[in-house]
């Protein structure tokens, strides 16, 4: 089948695709976009989370089909003026040691970037409970909730890095 | 967040430090003790890194497994025709089609490649498939038509080993390996005694990357793997064995590692995708679901432990008796040394005159275990530590008074009669975990002013506060570092100064496997140190360098360290002998600066930049070694069979909803000696994770095996700690150091989840009174009280 939608600002065609694949599958293996990863692809890990027309999605719950005509925002498309071309969360998990493996750090960043969008100074309650959906197996979370704190001081004080895709920002 | 100046935990100095700190000067940028950044940060950040899951290439094909639904049964036949006949389908592939060894193992080759005559666990490989899509070969997979004579399967491990039971190996009595240890006086009585018994379920590493790889058929009739591993070296025996091939023809490359944690040692695609590979001419990837993962790799091995120990009126230690039954499933993996492990630290850091040991590791048709983080260690800290609180309960003690007077120091003797000769600071630790501050904890007594996302079941609403009660507990542990009794443990390093575009580079060509901890890191920061003169690089790990040995005993800061930094100095002593013959100078004297000049004995640069020695590179491939250990006596256990010891304590605190037996751990506090913090940011992260296996392992996370088969091979099933499930860990971190190792490491990866479970048990225990004696504590457990003979596994 073929399935035609916005991914990251820009309007792809993924010819081919099996009708039973999901977002993920074709994000990864049609589209060529592997940066949204494949850790238990029934809903569980947030490994797989991406924006679908702003909200946050795990991409394997989606069926490919229904992605069709919607704008998908992934972690390819997050970009900016941080150390090597990255958004202003990234550099945030770069620099409070949030990544170890980093298999889940793909999931956190979307998921991370969608909360701070709705919710640009939670409490760590309010951050625990938004990212409960997302597991990492190497960090034990403490350095993962570092870098929300860090990275939602420095969009209140103005210091975060120029940022380009993941979601709205003010 | 933390920088190069300041630290979130407190450093205690040694009180009796034994020897200088091995780099007493300020740190190179970039260098030891540095928060170096993360080489492989940007691109993990940014969905570029490529993990063994993410490979593509040209033609490639896609491999499905086939799997035995049975425990235990003798195959009668695999008929693969109607499979063959699907379009799309390359290759259906069974035992007979193993070009070379049919069965493979890192300690005994006792694991068919594919099942040919027998499956003994749920999940065992039969057949391979490769096709052109991964639906089609998870289709083809389907229709391989396997017919088995179901047998009983021998799922009690006391019942495997009382002769009564069918040989699942012949000859073994179904006993992998029985270590006894005996020290001391055999019969000695004491005027306090207590006993126990404690069991640990099943835990799984759960790393997040799932088995994956992808294999390229050489043209010189070999294959170029690539893959998710933790020591291609070991891989690649395993697999040139089975596929008939001498090892040069087995080129390995790791992969982008999604975690490892211990599964990761023994070979999961690597000999079927090499098998499909070589027979289609083709390139295949093999992914794993997380499903099949959870049959595709060892898991940690359940324990029945019973315990009793002796005291005098005073408190000290007369003698410990142990049993440790440990179940090594249906092959051997390493169910060796982790047996040898449990043996030798089942008493824990205490000192103790007198031990009777017996630490048996059964075959069994369930799932096999293998290695996982502290492997050995973390089963017995369960037994040693409920049985130290049970100890000074019945002597009116406080628990950590009781461990600080029987605590191993320096010069204490091993079970095994094996001196501790370096810092063995089990004292210190306990102080301070017990000296921790108390976090302001929320109040569970006003209903009204309670938010209930902090107490037991969150937002899941099941309490307001009302029977919720809180409790304290400590634990303790240690465990060897590195390989042990008498293996050759060793480690190879490539380093390269040569002359680049912008000055000179240094690279570090190694095959040691970064798994996420950070290993990467450590070495760019070892070149940095030993090598100031340019930037360092870490080159991909492969086989095309001597073997790292395994990521895994926590030892690769120390050995690939060590031979990073070996290797450094030995390049570094060229470059200077270089140096004083382009002056024209003695070389005796002569030094590299921390700022990347050359100079004399009275301190004055002789050379500012190195560059122009460097017309030809300089380069230089050491193994290093550490020092040697020797065998267990296979009557008493005696023997030097360890290299280093580390050491972690923890401090529990938990609320428990006594009435529905929902525990929330609220704060943890620990403290490790880890010789030398070499990247402080990335220790605490080593720190935060190992606590959190712990805290899985105590509350939540157990695979559940009835009659051999595994009913929660999912993430929706088997739970691991979630942000929520995971408190702040307070840390104290010290610095004593071993001298025989370089700067001083100690190895820090699997120390946090040997201490963190038992204190939970031990807060569970003392916030209910409930005699809680296994893990992963139940609600019921918790409701209902005595666990014992409610076994999961069993039949």
Redesign the interface.
């Known amino acids: 089948m073929k399935v035609t939608l916005r991914v990251n600002g820009e309007t792809v065609e993924a010819e081919g695709v099996w009708p039973g694949a999901s977002l993920l599958t074709m994000l990864r293996d049609d589209l060529g976009l592997p940066g949204s990863k494949n850790a238990c692809e029934q809903g569980e890990c947030g490994s797989c989370s991406v924006l679908m027309d702003g909200e946050l999605v795990c991409a394997c719950l989606v069926q490919a089909g229904q992605a069709d005509g919607r704008d998908v925002q992934t972690v390819e498309g997050l970009r900016g003026d941080g150390d090597g071309g990255v958004g202003d969360v990234q550099q945030a998990f770069l620099d409070a040691g949030g990544v170890q493996c980093g298999f889940c750090t793909p999931g956190f960043i979307m998921a991370v970037d969608h909360l701070l969008t709705q919710e640009p100074e939670p409490s760590d309650e309010t951050t625990r409970e938004a990212l409960s959906g997302n597991l990492c197996r190497c960090t034990g979370y403490e350095k993962i909730l570092d870098a929300v704190r860090l990275a939602a001081d420095r969009r209140r004080s103005g210091s975060a890095v120029a940022t380009t895709g993941g979601g709205v920002r003010r | 967040?933390?920088d190069a100046t300041t630290t979130p935990w407190t450093t205690i100095p040694s009180p009796n430090q034994p020897f200088a700190p091995a780099h007493p000067r300020e740190a190179v940028p970039g260098g030891v003790g540095t928060?170096a950044?993360?080489p492989?940060?940007?691109p993990?950040?940014?969905?570029?890194?490529?993990?063994s899951?993410?490979l593509w290439a040209e033609g490639m094909l896609h491999g499905a497994t086939v799997r035995s639904p049975h425990p235990y049964a003798r195959i009668t036949s695999i008929d693969t025709a109607a499979a063959k006949s699907m379009d799309g389908v390359r290759a259906v592939l069974v035992a007979d089609d193993v070009p070379g060894s049919k069965v493979y193992g890192m300690e005994h080759d006792d694991q068919p490649v594919l099942a040919w005559d027998v499956v003994r666990y749920h999940g065992e490989s039969v057949a391979i498939v490769a096709a052109e899509?991964p639906?089609t070969a998870r289709r083809a997979a389907d229709a391989v038509v396997v017919e088995y004579e179901v047998l009983d399967p021998v799922v009690d491990p006391e019942f495997a080993i009382s002769g009564d039971a069918p040989e699942l190996h012949p000859g073994t009595g179904n006993i992998t390996r029985h270590v006894k240890i005996r020290h001391g006086e055999q019969d000695v009585s004491a005027p306090v005694v207590v006993t126990g018994r404690y069991e640990m379920g099943m835990q799984d590493?759960?790393?997040?990357?799932?088995e994956s790889g992808m294999v390229l058929p050489g043209e010189d009739g070999g294959v170029d793997i690539f893959v998710a591993t933790q020591w291609m070296h070991v891989d690649r025996g395993q697999v040139a064995k089975c596929l008939g091939l001498p090892e040069e023809q087995v080129r390995i490359t790791l992969a982008?590692?999604?975690?490892?944690?211990g599964a990761r040692e023994d070979l999961s695609m690597q000999v079927h995708a090499s098998m499909l590979a070589l027979h289609t001419n083709r390139p295949v990837r093999i992914?794993y679901?997380?499903e099949e993962s959870f049959f595709g790799h060892v898991h940690r091995h359940p324990a029945w432990m019973e315990y009793e120990h002796g005291a005098t009126e005073e408190g000290d230690l007369v003698y410990v008796k142990v049993r440790v039954l440990l179940d090594g499933g249906a092959y051997t993996s390493s169910s060796t040394a982790v047996a040898g492990n449990a043996g030798r630290f089942s008493i824990g850091p205490y000192e103790c005159p007198n031990a009777t040991i017996d630490s048996i590791v059964a075959y069994t048709n369930n799932p096999p275990c293998g290695a996982m983080r502290g492997f050995g260690a973390v089963q017995v800290a369960l037994g040693h530590e409920a049985q130290m609180d049970k100890l000074a309960a019945k002597l009116g003690m406080d628990p950590v008074d009781l461990r600080i007077r029987n605590a191993m120091s320096q010069g204490s003797v091993m079970p095994t009669g094996q001196v501790v000769h370096n810092p063995a600071p089990v004292r210190e630790l306990l102080e301070a975990v017990r000296d921790a501050p108390h976090r302001e904890l929320p109040v569970v007594a006003e209903r009204e002013a309670v938010?209930i996302?902090?107490l037991p079941g969150g937002?899941a609403n099941s309490t307001h506060g009302e029977d919720v009660r809180r409790g304290v507990g400590y634990g303790i542990g240690f465990k060897n570092v590195g390989f042990a009794e008498g293996f050759d443990d060793y480690s190879t390093a490539r380093v390269t100064l040569s002359r680049g575009a912008d000055g000179p580079i240094v690279s570090v060509h190694h095959a040691a496997a970064e798994?996420?901890?950070?290993l990467v890191t450590i070495c760019m920061q070892i070149a940095r140190t030993e090598l100031p003169v340019g930037p360092a690089i870490v080159l991909p790990a492969d086989t095309q360098v001597g073997s790292a040995g395994s990521t895994s005993a926590s030892r690769q800061t120390f050995m690939t360290g060590g031979a990073v930094k070996q290797s450094c100095e030995l390049v570094r002593d060229e470059l200077l002998v270089r140096a004083a013959e382009h002056v024209g100078v003695a070389r005796d004297g002569l030094r590299l600066a921390d700022d990347g000049t050359i100079r004399n004995l009275a301190d004055g640069i002789l050379l500012d930049d190195v560059t122009e020695l460097l017309a030809t590179p300089i380069e230089v491939e050491r193994e290093f070694r550490h020092r040697e250990t020797f065998p267990m006596d296979p009557q008493t256990g005696q023997g030097n069979a360890d290299v280093q010891f580390a050491f972690a304590a923890h401090r529990a605190v938990v609320d428990v909803d006594a009435g529905l037996g929902i525990v929330r751990v609220l704060d943890m506090a620990t403290a490790q000696d880890v010789g030398k913090a070499m990247n402080p940011?990335?220790l605490?992260?080593q720190?935060?994770?190992?606590?959190?296996h712990g805290v899985g392992l105590a509350l939540m996370e157990e695979i559940q095996v009835v009659g051999g088969k595994v009913r929660n091979p999912?993430?929706?099933d088997y739970l691991?700690?979630?942000?929520?499930d995971?408190p702040?860990?307070q840390m104290t971190i010290m610095e004593l150091g071993d001298p025989e190792a370089p700067y001083g490491v100690r190895g820090v990866g699997e120390p946090p989840s040997i201490s963190s479970t038992p204190a939970i048990a031990a807060a569970v225990r003392d916030a209910t009174g409930v005699d809680i004696t296994r893990v992963p504590i139940r609600p019921d457990d918790i409701v209902f009280g005595a666990s014992e003979g409610r076994s999961s596994s069993g039949a």
Request: glycine share 18%.
């Open positions: 967040m933390t928060n950044r993360r492989d940060g940007i993990k950040v940014k969905g570029e890194f490529a993990y899951s993410d899509d639906e590493q759960a790393f997040l990357g799932p982008g590692v999604g975690g490892a944690f992914v679901s997380r938010d996302r902090q937002a798994v996420g901890q950070g940011q990335q605490e992260g720190i935060e994770g190992g606590t959190s999912s993430f929706t691991i700690p979630t942000v929520l995971m702040t860990v």
